[in-house]
């Protein structure tokens, strides 16, 4: 059982930065890939990146590579979502999550076992 919670969302002006947080219980914690998703109003949930348990592999949406950088300290069993050049189209709830494998579902959300409870980003233009 892994149990996760987010925090570090807030409001920020476009071209602003944040570094969401995923702060995890569960002894097995370091074994798990952690991924990154999103959800705003109306819309379905998104895929936003991944990274496998030894923190070495990373995977990322298109619409954020190059400005999204996911790192994970499996010592403090936390992974973190730093968000560079943020756009008011990256508004949205952010949810952390685990899964065993690496693999190529990582974009599927319904691969994933273990969810937090989101965190809000609001960027204004």
């Known amino acids: 059982q892994v149990q996760l919670v987010e925090s570090g969302g807030g409001l920020v002006q476009a071209g602003g930065s944040l570094r969401l947080s995923c702060a995890a219980s569960?002894?097995?914690?370091?074994?798990?890939?952690l991924g990154w998703f999103r959800q705003a109003p109306g819309k379905e949930r998104e895929f936003v990146g991944a990274?496998?348990?030894?923190?070495?592999?990373?995977y990322y949406a298109d619409s954020v590579k190059g400005r999204f950088t996911i790192s994970r300290d499996n010592a403090k069993n936390t992974v973190y979502l730093q968000m560079n050049s943020l756009k008011p189209e990256d508004t949205a709830v952010y949810y952390c999550?685990?899964?065993?494998?690496?693999?190529?579902?990582?974009?599927?959300?319904?691969?994933?076992?273990?969810w937090g409870q989101g965190t809000q980003v609001t960027v204004s233009s």
């Open positions: 999550a685990a899964r065993r494998m690496w693999s190529d579902t990582l974009t599927l959300s319904r691969e994933y076992d273990y």
């Open positions: 569960g002894r097995t914690f370091s074994t798990y890939t």
């Open positions: 990274i496998h348990w030894s923190g070495v592999n990373t």
